[in-house]
């Protein structure tokens, strides 16, 4: 059986300081976490992600937090500026708000795309660095659009998934999107892609309903 290796933005839980040496854990709530974490108990694969805290990841707590896990836990760090610019910036508040056609709340900041793609070419070294090959990566969610290109530079021997939770939207509204080519390029498995004006791109991974517009907490993903 090949092994599975979920990647995501968080981890099915966060790490939390309430004080100097002092910690608290906390498990992820909503569907992914609901779905996936009994069949990497039982596959006993891999979840790679962040554990919500900036900075340097407490080695104990850290331990403390995965000791009773039946599955590898392998944390990806973010800097305070990179948690600001990655997730609270391009992720919620650029994609987020364009992909439910929310566009008045877009705010297209430059150094937020870099940071992006940034933290996604980090992630992609920590799945190479933990990957077998033939393993089954899957890749969730808007944060991490960016990965499987960078996967695909490296030449990684393994099958990639990838799983929007939200809905992509028409191409007439993606299009608004500055970075809309590089993110195309990304998501489709070949070297180029593009699309005529007011065309629809390609149904490229199973999706929410479009009608699913109410701003969620997106802290667990």
């Known amino acids: 059986m090949n092994r599975l290796i979920v990647v995501s933005n968080r981890l099915p839980f966060a790490l939390d300081s309430t004080g100097e040496d002092l910690w608290t854990v906390t498990p992820a709530a909503g569907g992914l976490v609901t779905a996936i974490e009994p069949v990497l108990r039982e596959r006993a694969g891999t979840w790679i992600g962040w554990p919500g805290i900036a900075g340097k990841i407490p080695s104990e707590p850290l331990a403390q937090a995965i000791c009773n896990v ?50 996604n ?23 991490l659009m960016h990965v499987a290109q960078a996967l695909r530079e490296r030449a990684l021997p393994a099958t990639l998934a990838f799983f929007l939770h939200i809905p992509f939207p028409p191409y007439d509204i993606f299009a608004k999107l500055p970075q809309q080519q590089r993110l195309l390029r990304a998501l489709l498995p070949i070297r180029s892609a593009r699309f005529p004006d007011k065309a629809r791109p390609p149904q490229l991974f199973a999706m929410r309903p479009a009608h699913h517009v109410q701003r969620e907490d997106r802290s667990s993903t």
């Not at 599955?71 to 994609?95: K, M, Q, T």
């Open 121 to 143: 070419e980090r992630y992609a070294e920590v799945i190479a660095r933990h990957c077998r090959p033939n393993d089954f990566v899957w890749v969730h969610d808007y944060h």
């Open 70 to 119: 039946d599955y590898e836990v392998v944390p990806v760090a973010l800097s305070e500026a990179e948690r600001d610019e990655f997730y609270h910036g391009y992720s919620n508040e650029v994609i987020w708000p364009l992909f439910h056609d929310l566009q008045d709340f877009c705010l297209f900041e430059p150094t937020f795309w870099h940071t992006y793609k940034a933290v």
